[in-house]
């Protein structure tokens, strides 16, 4: 069956680290992956875009990878701040328009 | 600035009762997305709409009806609410450019308990 993995767990880091989050997926072959930035009762934020043809996609403090072979993404915050607290989602396309979400990573950053 | 506006913000409603969901989007995009969200099974999607008039169900569109007659509306329909209807409800848009490449604008979000 098709299945987007990314950790149930919170991952809690010190301000200034960098925060790494991972997605996981079987049974897809996603022409391109996104990943978005959910705040509590808010809807979801597109933060940054990744093609199949793609290795990596920065922008700003943020790095995006995808490893067509592994069936992986990682996303990661360097110098990561309080502020980017929050829960991050991966989407794959999955046909036309259309995108599976993971169901997200709460990343917890402390000062 | 790219604007989803959803109805309600929170809506409570009786078991059996018809509940509308209505979208707005303010930058002329052509597909609309209706997604609920619940914990731990993330953001499941209902149904897409990519012109006026048409529509596509989703993973699970059992139990909703939608409806778009303007090109920024997008509603949801809950022909007769039941308790697991009970949801966080998220409507989103995106561009139709090619192949798709292309980031969904989500609106805030209705919180929907049905009792």
């Known amino acids: 069956s098709q299945k987007i993995e990314q950790n149930s767990e919170a991952l809690n880091i010190q301000e200034g680290k960098t925060a790494t989050l991972t997605c996981n997926y079987t049974?897809?072959?996603?022409?391109?992956l996104q990943w978005y930035r959910q705040d509590p009762g808010r809807g979801p934020v597109f933060l940054l875009l990744?093609?199949?043809?793609?290795k990596e996609k920065r922008k700003e403090r943020l790095k995006v990878t995808f490893d067509t072979t592994l069936k992986q993404s990682l996303f990661h915050i360097t110098a990561s701040q309080p502020a980017d607290s929050a829960t991050y989602l991966c989407a794959l396309a999955t046909g036309f328009q259309k995108l599976v979400f993971g169901t997200g990573t709460r990343l917890l950053v402390s000062p | 600035d790219v604007k989803v506006t959803q109805s309600s913000r929170y809506l409570v409603k009786r078991t059996g009762e018809k509940v509308f969901l209505e979208c707005v989007q303010d930058?002329?995009?052509?597909?609309m997305f209706w997604y609920r969200q619940d914990p731990g099974l993330g953001l499941r999607l209902i149904y897409f709409s990519y012109d006026v008039k048409m529509k596509e169900k989703g993973d699970i569109p059992e139990g909703y009806s939608v409806s778009r007659e303007k090109k920024e509306r997008f509603s949801l329909i809950l022909e007769s609410a039941s308790t697991n209807q009970t949801s966080m409800y998220l409507c989103?848009?995106?561009?139709?450019?090619?192949?798709?490449?292309?980031?969904?604008?989500f609106g805030p979000g209705t919180r929907l308990t049905v009792l």
């Open positions: 930058m002329d995009h052509e597909n």
């Open positions: 989103a848009s995106s561009l139709s450019q090619g192949q798709g490449y292309n980031e969904q604008f």
């Open positions: 990744i093609r199949e043809n793609e």
């Open positions: 049974n897809y072959s996603p022409a391109y």
